[in-house]
């Protein structure tokens, strides 16, 4: 059977969409369970259908869905797949987004703009959600946006791990490369007890995937840099950023980011001399041609299923963390 019983009558039943099975699998294997079948098909005119081929009555379910590209075509098929789990009596449904899709739309910057990031909350839960998860949110506000629990979960023990194994502390500096990632790097700047530095950039609103880096504050000369973000779009970011502290006189640049989306051209500009090497998890699918030599994914499908665990067993989260991010 593809759930897990415990406590009497209380079942584990995880679902999944089609943007990232391999994700979806390796959970489940981490939990000794397997996938509900799932008769998922798009129509010849774009119209999606899902179908369950257990009962799923009475069950704590989990929609697990990478948002990667066609996003509107994936969180259109979570909000189904949502629907047809309220539908057919799930006692709880859990959305599993380890990317959170629209998150960069969280405020108003300009008159007449859309939140786009409070509006998917609102599908979920128009849907029948009961309870969001996400790794590394854009901006911890959207937690504010669903009105339910929402599991935050932080990719930076599976990240810093490995930074731990490869780098040495003594020669490193954590950069944030922008404003909005000071809380996060200073966190990292603790755990790997590093000196912090910050990139002041600006944008251009009217120029989407546009950054000029302005300065660099703090001791970056002879230092070994690790840039830390929570997502790798075009990559013009980073690389922009990389490019100016080797020009302040880094030895080397780590990127370590949590969600690799990867448009074009992000996978020419970050093997640009300026990065020695890019970390990331896989929570979003990267396929073949995406992958290139200076490139390391690490796998979030453990934090993942031990947090669903802790949710089906009622267990705290947060703790998972030790209260650290």
């Not at 309220?86 to 449904?93: D, N, Q």
């Not at 979003?284 to 669903?308: G, M, N, Y």
Request: net charge negative; with cysteine.
């Amino acid at each position: 059977m593809s759930e897990i019983k415990a406590k009497g009558e209380k079942r584990l039943v995880l679902v999944s969409g089609r943007a990232h099975p391999q994700l979806a699998l390796d959970i489940a294997e981490e939990l000794g369970s397997e996938l509900v079948p799932t008769d998922a098909r798009t129509f010849a005119n774009g119209e999606i259908y899902a179908r369950f081929d257990e009962s799923v009555r009475g069950s704590d379910a989990f929609v697990i869905q990478s948002h990667t590209a066609p996003i509107n075509e994936w969180l259109m098929e979570q909000l189904i797949m949502v629907d047809a789990l309220k539908r057919a009596s799930a006692k709880r449904i859990t959305v599993v987004a380890p990317f959170y899709p629209y998150a960069r739309q969280d405020k108003k910057g300009r008159g007449r703009e859309p939140i786009s990031a409070r509006l998917v909350a609102d599908l979920f839960q128009a849907a029948g959600a009961d309870r969001i998860m996400s790794v590394d949110l854009h901006a911890a506000q959207i937690q504010g946006f669903f009105d339910g629990p929402v599991d935050h979960l932080f990719a930076m023990p599976v990240l810093l791990e490995h930074v731990k194994e490869k780098l040495d502390s003594a020669t490193l500096t954590v950069v944030s490369p922008d404003m909005g990632r000071v809380r996060v790097a200073d966190i990292w700047s603790d755990k790997l007890g590093a000196p912090l530095a910050i990139i002041h950039k600006r944008r251009d609103p009217l120029v989407p995937n546009q950054v000029s880096v302005h300065e660099i504050v703090g001791a970056v000369e002879g230092r070994v840099c690790l840039l830390v973000d929570d997502l790798i779009d075009t990559g013009r970011t980073i690389v922009k950023a990389a490019e100016a502290l080797k020009a302040a006189g880094a030895l080397s640049v780590v990127v370590a980011a949590t969600h690799a989306v990867f448009s074009y051209p992000a996978v020419e500009l970050l093997q640009s001399g300026a990065i020695s090497s890019v970390v990331v998890t896989d929570t979003l699918p990267i396929p073949e041609d995406k992958r290139f030599p200076s490139l390391t994914v690490l796998p979030i499908a453990p934090l993942l299923a031990q947090a669903i665990h802790a949710v089906f067993e009622d267990a705290s989260v947060t703790s998972m963390f030790d209260g650290a991010a």
